[in-house]
């Protein structure tokens, strides 16, 4: 018959650890808030001895779930399953597990998805952006749960946001772009209608333009998903219009990816007939030839803070003020210098 293992407690972890049992419990719990030294013999203790916390236990003991909530735009860009990591893991640091939910750009979606996962319990919740229905802020008050948004900190007062001025960083690739000697641009950007992370770059990239004195044809101004095939249907739409820009700049790099393989299906040289720039600095935007000029987001900062200041506001000592962080134009080779002579064609 085998032999019964005996459950390990946390009085034993303490014990093992030769810590006391509240310097224990303080540091699976809350460990930022005790010594490193102390921290370190107790994670040592839990891993040689394998102990398990009882969840509902905490649970109960503590009036928490030790879990947040996150709703995300897409899972499908690169650029928000890349920032899961870092939100995760800071989390995981100190002591809440994340729980994630995505809606596909629909916010009557966003509210269903919201509702299933603070009715599951959760201790605070993550938005994206912030334009939201006003069902979500209804949500999170009839529920008496805190919330931050993250992402950005356009078209909102809110004091716990976190991100950047989508609008600033889209004027600063704009004006780079100009600066290179076009004066025949295009724009691509995602739906506007219930974002404003999109409106707002949209509105970056047209007033770069108009301080320059640069008109911008109809034709040249589009909207397309956020995609690959969003992209694509740039190039084919510009195409049918007739005569190409000199550079088509991207509201994000899924855009200016799929533009990119357009124009190489297409027979456009990039950039010597057309330059394209995007905006993210995802992975794959590095390893695109030409390599691809874009704006990089700080999505690992990002993670970091939310996760930081999502716990601070669950214990009531979050500060009452954004974090603005900052982006940075990351130049490669598929934007061209029209200063040494215009491009061909």
Known sequence: MPKIRKKVTLEDVAREAGVS????????SSPEKVRP?????????????????????????????WRVAVVYPTLKNPMFSNSIDSLQQSLLEMGYQLVIGSHEYNQKREVKVLQALVESG???VILVG??????????????????????????????????????QAAYEIAKHVIAKGHR???????????????RQRRAGFLAALEEANIDIEPAWLIETPFSLDGGREAIKRLLAAGELPTVLICGTDLHA????????????????????????????????????????????????EVARTIVAIIDNEA???????????????????????????
């Open 122 to 124: 959760v201790d605070g």
């Open 130 to 167: 912030t334009d939201h229905d006003d069902a979500v802020f209804r949500m999170l008050e009839t529920y008496d749960v805190p919330y931050l948004m993250m992402w950005s900190t356009d078209e909102t007062n809110y004091p716990h946001t976190i991100g950047f001025s989508n609008r």
């Open 319 to 345: 500060p009452v003020e954004a974090l603005e962080l900052e982006t940075m134009i990351v130049e490669r080779e598929s934007l061209r210098d029209l200063r040494d002579g215009e491009a061909a064609g």
């Open 37 to 65: 030294a102390t921290l370190n013999k107790v994670l040592d203790a839990v891993a040689r001895m394998g102990y398990v916390r009882n969840g509902v236990a905490r649970s109960l003991a503590s009036r928490r779930t």
């Open 257 to 304: 990816i799929g533009a990119m393989h357009q124009c190489q299906l297409s027979g456009i040289d990039v950039p010597g007939r057309l330059s394209i720039t995007g905006f993210d600095d995802i992975e794959f935007a590095s390893a695109m030839s030409p390599g691809l000029t874009t704006v990089r987001v700080p999505m690992h900062d990002i993670g970091v």
């Open 21 to 28: 049992l509240g310097s224990a419990s303080k540091a699976l």
């Open 184 to 198: 025949k641009v295009a724009l691509c950007g995602g739906p506007a209608e219930g974002n404003e992370r999109s």
